[in-house]
C-alpha cells in the first residue's frame, strides 16, 4: 500500500497565511493610527485662547500699511503651528508637521502656498506683500484652523 500526498493543493498554504497574517496587521496598525489621531482634542481655555489669538490676527490685517499685513500672516502661521502642537503633530517644524497632518486631514495641505509667503517674508528682507496676497493668505489659515476645529 502506497500512500501520496498531493503538495499542490497545499503548497498555496504558506503564502496565504503569510499574507492573510500580513494584512492583518496592517489593519491593526491603521486602526491604532486612526484612534490615536482621533483621540486628541483641545481643551477649553486653549481653545478660547486660540480663538482670541485670531481675532486679533483679524484685526492686524485691517490696519493700514504693509507691517500689519506682514504681521497678520506670521501670527497666522505662528497660531497654525500651535494648533498642531497641540494636537501632538509630529515634526519639528510646521512644514513638518503639516506634512503629517495632511494625512488626517487632505485639504490641510491647501495651506501650503500661504506658508510658503511666511518663509518669503522672514527670509527675504525686502519682499513687498501685496494687500490681496495677504488676505488670500489669512484666509487660507482662517480655512485650515476651522478644519482641525479651531474656528
Not at 3 to 11: F, P
Not at 20 to 40: I, K, M, N, P
Not at 60 to 87: C, F, H, I, N, W
Amino acid at each position: 500500500m502506497t500512500v501520496t500526498i498531493d503538495l499542490s493543493r497545499a503548497a498555496w498554504l504558506g503564502p496565504a497565511a503569510v499574507g492573510l497574517l500580513a494584512v492583518v496587521l496592517l489593519w491593526l496598525l491603521a486602526s491604532r493610527l486612526r484612534r490615536w489621531l482621533a483621540g486628541r482634542h483641545f481643551a477649553g481655555h486653549d481653545l478660547a485662547a486660540m480663538r482670541r489669538r485670531w481675532e486679533e490676527i483679524e484685526a492686524l490685517t485691517r490696519q493700514p500699511g504693509e507691517m500689519g499685513r506682514k504681521m497678520a500672516v506670521l501670527e497666522a502661521d505662528k497660531l497654525l503651528d500651535y494648533a498642531l502642537k497641540s494636537l501632538a503633530m509630529p515634526g519639528n517644524t510646521l512644514g513638518e508637521r503639516l506634512r503629517f497632518a495632511g494625512y488626517k486631514w487632505p485639504k490641510l495641505r491647501q495651506v501650503w502656498w500661504a506658508h510658503k509667503i511666511r518663509n518669503q517674508l522672514v527670509h527675504e528682507a525686502s519682499y513687498h506683500l501685496d494687500q490681496g496676497i495677504a488676505a488670500r493668505a489669512v484666509r487660507s489659515y482662517r480655512a485650515a484652523l476651522k478644519l482641525i476645529g479651531i474656528l
